[in-house]
């Protein structure tokens, strides 16, 4: 483990009664990267990080947190971090910017320029009562409070829950600038495409284990590769024999083949290709999608 990562757990144990949600889990998030944390529902994400806020204490293992305890230290962490969750609860009878006001003062450090920057961006209005927030504008308070505040570390549940597309859009732009800028984020998100475009390393978790984990390209590797092939009837039947054959399983829908296979299979699949003279071929770069969705098939 590196000392210096501001995330670090190691055989993390976590159980409710009989019900163990967290079985030797394993995260570790290093300074200034942006970590993508993915599993199906229910695979232990939230918990795991109620674990790094201290608001659950672990049953097993070693939690570090900025190099802290959270099971011990969790206001000194919680000072150091920015939280947010995909579901804001705030109070009803402050306006966005009141609620703005008492979350800088929760923490005891504020750049209001930063905060005025991001209510921008957001399309905040500060101004209304939060009881007449929509979930999408609840969640702006909280990423405007957490993006602006001077904190190391991001902690992000679901933090795009709610968002338009546009809004999202300047979530990602703003994410990227957090990076760019020296911070540190673990992002817990079902928006595959959200992790994939910003996070350079990703966990994958499932029934409270750790199922994949490693650099985004390492990753990609492992997943399965998409081939399409386009030909007329007699060379896709051709080819579809001929995959069988090979162990290949292929999918055909009109004038396409289409196979997935792992990355050790490609050239056998290509070879079927070329013996079938074909010449419309396209070889679709493995995507975080495919790996996750194989690993939630499985558990499924």
């Known amino acids: 483990m590196n000392d210096d990562a501001p995330v670090r757990v190691r055989s993390l144990v976590k159980r409710f009664g009989r019900f163990t949600a967290l079985d030797g ?6 300074a200034g990267q942006v970590h993508g944390f993915l599993g199906p529902n229910g ?19 070693t939690v570090r947190v900025l190099g802290r305890d959270p099971a011990h230290e969790a206001s000194a962490i919680n000072r150091e971090i920015s939280y947010v969750p995909g579901d804001v609860a705030l109070w009803p009878n402050l306006t966005g910017g009141q609620a703005l006001d008492t979350l800088a003062g929760l923490r005891g450090r504020r750049d209001r320029a930063r905060e005025e920057e991001l209510v921008e961006r957001f399309e905040l209005d500060p101004t209304k009562k939060v009881r007449t927030y929509s979930k999408g504008n609840r969640q702006k308070v909280a990423l405007v409070a957490a993006l602006a505040a001077p904190t190391r570390l991001l902690v992000l549940d679901e933090p795009t829950s709610g968002l338009d597309p546009l809004m999202e ?8 600038r957090a990076s760019a800028q020296g911070r540190t984020v673990l992002l817990s ?15 994958i978790i499932k029934q409270g284990r750790v199922v994949e984990h490693g ?9 399965r590769t998409q081939i399409e092939i386009r030909a007329d009837d007699q060379t896709l039947n051709r080819a579809a024999a001929e995959l069988e054959d ?3 399983p292929a999918d055909r829908a009109d004038d396409q083949l289409s196979v997935q296979v792992e990355s050790a299979l490609v050239p056998r699949a290509m070879e079927v290709v070329a013996a079938c003279r074909v010449t419309d071929v396209r070889c679709g770069p493995a995507s975080l999608e ?8 499985d558990a499924r």
């Open 246 to 248: 090979r162990g290949i």
């Open 215 to 223: 650099d985004l390209e390492t990753l990609r590797r492992l997943a």
């Open 189 to 203: 998100s079902h928006i595959l495409a959200e992790v994939q475009h910003l996070c350079s390393a990703v966990t």
């Open 169 to 176: 859009r300047v979530f990602t732009e703003e994410i990227a």
């Open 25 to 30: 889990l394993d995260l570790e998030v290093a």
């Open 43 to 61: 695979a232990g994400k939230s918990t795991t990080i109620r674990v790094l806020l201290g608001l659950y204490r672990p049953d097993g293992g």
């Open 290 to 297: 495919d790996l996750f969705l194989r690993h939630y098939e």
